[in-house]
């Protein structure tokens, strides 16, 4: 599998008729520990509203990597993205987030990432993930989101509304997460 430009890269709706199917969901478990993840039943409902996107990204037909993306008008939040680990360091990550920009039409695109922790287990691999949203333009907003035991630093690629992230992130969430929200 070569890279090309984002163009080529195919972005599928992830449904159960996805040949692609299985390796997505079989992605979204290896990228995502057991408490990060949210239940797949509440993804998949989620989904079908049509501002809420568990996308399949494809190179030739190829798993590269997943995104799950929730809208509103002045936001897109990427709630997760994956590469696939069998292709990663070969550029479909930047590739895969200039789809996702594209999608945002102007909007601002907010992510979380971990925050830099010098005790964390995996803090070269959090400073690795930091400095690539920062070569993509991404900058922290100052905030910082509890979700249950875990907390994460919000990233923005443009003006960052926190009262209405505040309520996009309870409206998701069903009220089923204990979640907080406030200024690092």
């Known amino acids: 599998m070569t890279a090309r430009s984002t163009v080529d890269l195919e972005s599928r709706d992830v449904t159960r008729r996805l040949p692609q199917y299985r ?3 079989d992605l979204y478990r290896r990228a995502f520990p ?5 239940p797949l039943w509440h ?7 049509r501002d809420v996107r568990l ?17 509103r008008p ?12 069998a292709v990663r360091s070969r550029g479909y990550g930047s590739r895969i987030l200039s789809g996702v920009r594209r999608h945002a039409a102007g909007r601002t695109v907010v992510l979380e990432v971990e925050p830099l ?20 333009g991404f900058a922290l907003a100052g ?6 035991d875990q907390s994460y630093s919000v990233m923005v690629d443009g003006p960052f509304e926190p009262d209405a ?17 406030a200024r690092e």
Do not use: C, K
Request: net charge positive; hydrophobic share 45%.
């Open 143 to 148: 905030y910082r989101i509890h979700e249950g």
């Open 23 to 25: 390796e997505v969901i």
């Open 165 to 181: 992230f505040r309520r996009l992130v309870h409206w998701f969430t069903l009220g089923l997460r204990s979640t907080s929200f």
């Open 34 to 38: 057991s408490e990060e993840r949210i």
């Open 117 to 136: 922790d010098d005790d964390a287990p995996n803090i070269e691999q959090r400073r690795r993930r930091l400095a690539f949203y920062e070569r993509s």
């Open 74 to 85: 002045t936001m897109l939040w990427l709630f997760y993205f994956a590469v696939n680990d």
């Open 55 to 71: 996308r399949a990204w494809l190179d030739d037909g190829a798993l590269v990597g997943l995104t799950y993306t929730v809208s």
């Open 43 to 49: 993804m998949r409902l989620m989904s079908l509203r």
